[in-house]
């Protein structure tokens, strides 16, 4: 526990401008990023009576070891680069939100000739129209599917849409008329463009328009005895209408507005936010986090506010955000979010009326959420510790293992040897952990030679990192120099240099690879596996770190210089999570093996033709059809490819000449002999794990 008066900045040494600080610990890891008006007034918080402050706050300058601040010229700037540090580097003292899961969203891909209406996640694109989130991505099916009668609008994926275009045939959705069919050419690009655009218009709450026009044509049609169209379109009303009670009006005004709602208790708080466009709800998201600092109401609106729109530009910004409490430096957070959405963005707090009722319903459902969480975490850290005691106490270890590592070896029929290793940090998978090897130091098939490599290059990196910090001086074992990883230890820092942190960038504050030790070593496999991986670490010089091995067979537990495995009960708890590492590991290995199995299957003998590219590779095939009647052209025929000279396709009848012709590749399945396509690929029969 460091003392803040050791680090304190001396009077008068902290610039009265508003500017953004970080503090770091004695690794350098940036632990807390804020912002303030004055930082000399700010940072002056910090450094009182430790009695004084918020055991929160106590607890973070305690753990500091350094801070340091940057100036700006406006709070606005400083509340920009306070978000990007926290996105940057992640400070464990910052309230951060926890969002389980990735909210879909009604999308309509303007960008394309014939635009596309589907479900997208993550990241938004230049181009695409997008409504909501969603909670659930069959809301928008359903909403989809009711609108389609009304707005027949491409849905197809595009390499359905080229195959209706190839055969002249329209999809299902063509026949029973929910799609236009423009794959066919029954609309043309405009008609179809501009059913797309009234989609989007309908969605964005002009929804009144498109009814009056129906029911007027309904009219129409029943004067004229046009009886089936007028039921026709009596049967597009209603689908309108129901698409339109599935978000009810909850502001008549066509308002747009995002209503955030805070419920929250001394170590934890819940968010709400409702998104209304046009009046009506058109998406729910909701986060949690843990109070890790010591912030209010106000405080959590206002990381809300940065992770909300802290990517966000133009109308996804609304024109009116409704919030139990604004923030501190309101003025700053208004300019900021004005300067994102493009125009004037009001922030307030709703006093009564329909805003008012709304934002109460709002936050009732983040006071839901919160206790729905509560129960849920309750029961899963429950869960988990009693997982790491349990294994703790069957190994013998003095402490639970908050970090485990696991490694596991993946080959098919002894070629493409490959590695993996997962990290589970408190029970749960920590996946920018992960790390994948190719096996180097030998060819051909040897788990327990393997599986010692994989362990040696593991922490022979990690000792190189802390020899290169200077944090000890490792002495190097025989044979270790360079490392079978083709990694060179560093060097200890020169005499006045910063020496930097364990496994941190200089001066970032961001983690490096394999930089972290485990306390528990997972391998897959039995007592073979076991002692290699334990070999590895003897030699290396590290004794603190336990080792195991889970062997599939009886789901026994071994441990190195055991005669007899370690059993645990079916119904254990360590047991579960053992597994649940080892099978983790398990899938990583097999994706990456198999992914490198392909990729030297589909190899062709047209890759080593000395420039030739991709481009007239591709040409090449399209003009023949595949390698085996390339192989049969003569070197005129491979002249009239556009962009061949006779150099390249003599080179290019030569490399074919050379090349055996590779066996011919068999559906596993069926028997079935596949006939070269013309990249030199094969199916895959599928890959074990041996």
């Not at 181009?127 to 989809?144: E, K, L, N, Q």
């Not at 978000?247 to 747009?256: C, E, K, P, W």
């Not at 690879?513 to 290699?532: E, I, M, N, T």
């Not at 589909?602 to 590779?617: C, E, I, N, Q, Y």
Request: glycine fraction near 8%; charge should be negative; include cysteine.
């Amino acid at each position: 526990m460091a003392d803040p008066s050791s680090y304190r900045p001396k009077p008068g040494q902290i610039p009265d401008s508003p500017g953004v600080y970080k503090f770091r610990d004695e690794h350098r890891r940036v632990i807390y990023v804020g912002k303030a008006k004055s930082l000399r007034q700010r940072l002056a918080n910090y450094f009182q009576d430790l009695a004084g402050l918020h055991p929160r706050t106590r607890t973070m300058v305690t753990t500091a070891a350094s801070v340091e601040w940057t100036v700006v010229s406006t709070e606005v700037e400083a509340l920009q680069l306070e978000y990007s540090w926290i996105k940057e580097f992640d400070p464990r003292f910052n309230v951060k939100y926890r969002d389980d899961k990735s909210y879909p969203y009604l999308a309509v891909t303007l960008n394309e000739d014939f635009p596309r209406v589907q479900v997208m996640r993550g990241q938004k694109r230049k181009g695409v129209r997008y409504f909501g989130p969603y909670s659930h991505a069959w809301a928008i099916r359903d909403t989809v599917d009711l609108l389609l009668r009304v707005f027949p609008v491409r849905t197809c994926s595009a390499g359905v849409f080229k195959n209706a275009e190839r055969t002249g045939r329209p999809c299902l959705l063509g026949y029973i008329g929910k799609c236009s069919a423009p794959c066919v050419g029954r609309v043309s690009p405009e008609e179809h463009r501009e059913l797309a655009e009234e989609f989007c218009d309908f969605m964005a709450g002009r929804t009144g328009t498109y009814i009056r026009r129906l029911e007027k044509d309904m009219m129409v049609a029943a004067e004229d005895m046009e009886y089936e169209r007028a039921a026709r379109l009596r049967d597009d009303i209603e689908a309108l209408k129901r698409a339109m009670e599935k978000s009810a009006v909850v502001l008549a005004d066509a308002t747009d507005a995002d209503l955030i709602a805070v419920a929250e208790d001394e170590l934890e708080a819940a968010v709400q936010i409702f998104h209304v466009r046009g009046g009506r709800v058109r998406g729910q998201r909701g986060w949690v986090t843990d109070k890790v600092e010591a912030v209010d109401t106000a405080g959590l609106v206002e990381h809300a506010l940065q992770q909300l729109y802290g990517d966000e530009t133009g109308d996804a910004v609304p024109k009116e955000v409704l919030v139990p409490a604004l923030p501190e430096d309101v003025d700053a957070v208004t300019q900021w979010l004005t300067g994102r959405r493009g125009s004037n963005v009001s922030l307030r707090i709703p006093q009564r009326g329909d805003k008012k009722a709304l934002m109460e319903t709002v936050g009732r459902n983040a006071q839901q959420a919160l206790v729905l969480h509560k129960t849920k975490r309750a029961s899963d850290l429950t869960t988990r510790s009693r997982a790491l005691e349990e294994i703790a106490e069957a190994l013998g270890l003095e402490t639970a293992p908050l970090r485990i590592e696991c490694f596991d070896i993946s080959h098919f029929q002894g070629e493409d040897v490959v590695a993996s290793m997962v990290v589970f940090e408190d029970g749960l998978p920590r996946k920018s952990e992960y790390r994948r090897f190719q096996i180097r130091g030998f060819e051909g098939q040897d788990d327990v030679r393997s599986m010692h490599e994989v362990v040696s290059r593991r922490f022979k990196r990690y000792l190189a990192e802390r020899e290169r910090t200077g944090e000890w001086a490792v002495e190097e074992p025989d044979g270790a120099a360079g490392g079978a990883d083709g990694t060179t230890p560093g060097t200890v820092p020169a005499p006045g240099e910063a020496p930097t942190a364990l496994g941190l960038a200089d001066e970032t504050g961001r983690p490096r690879k394999f930089a972290y030790p485990p306390q528990l070593v997972v391998v897959d496999g039995g007592r073979p596996q076991v002692a290699a991986a334990r070999r590895a670490l003897d030699e290396l010089g590290i004794d603190d770190v336990a080792v195991c091995g889970l062997a599939k067979r009886l789901e026994e537990v071994w441990l190195p210089d055991e005669e007899d495995p370690v059993v645990l009960p079916r119904s254990s708890e360590g047991l579960y999570l053992l597994q649940r590492v080892r099978d983790t590991a398990h899938d990583f290995a097999i994706r990456y093996q198999r992914s490198k199995r392909s990729k030297r299957i589909r190899t062709s003998p047209l890759d080593d033709v000395p420039g030739l590219g991709d481009t007239r590779k591709q040409a090449l095939i399209k003009h023949f059809g595949s390698v085996k009647r390339l192989r049969q052209a003569t070197i005129e025929q491979i002249c009239e490819v556009p962009g061949l000279g006779r150099k390249t396709a003599e080179a290019v009848a030569v490399a074919l000449a050379q090349a055996a012709p590779a066996a011919p590749a068999v559906n596993t399945a069926t028997g079935e002999i596949i006939e070269d396509d013309g990249g030199g690929t094969a199916q895959d029969g599928g890959s074990r794990d041996d």
